[in-house]
């Protein structure tokens, strides 16, 4: 459902119309409600840089997901993720 009042708690269903998720998050978006910070952007701890380097310590084998998250600043399972390629897909593997 989208919410052309840009309130999502909002039920009136005046104010609610039928969509795809899709167009959903695509209208977050264009209403400036998509607080999700990607890429290279300020907001977020890792760079492209920083994710490269993360993956190379990763493959040397000497660091636990946990170090690995301690010492770039992010949680393990985020660690994790961008270790194995699950977030940053952008990012080329060295």
Known sequence: MCHSC???PCCNPRHVTPDTHA???DWKTKCGRDN???GDSLA???TSKLVARLRQDYKTGRYSFRTLGNQY???KTHARH???NVKWKSVATP
Do not use: E, T
Request: charged letters at 5%; a positive charge.
């Open 6 to 8: 840009n309130n999502p």
């Open 23 to 25: 167009a959903n998050m």
């Open 36 to 38: 999700h910070p990607h």
């Open 44 to 46: 977020v701890k890792l």
């Open 73 to 75: 600043g992010i949680s």
């Open 82 to 84: 961008v270790a194995q």
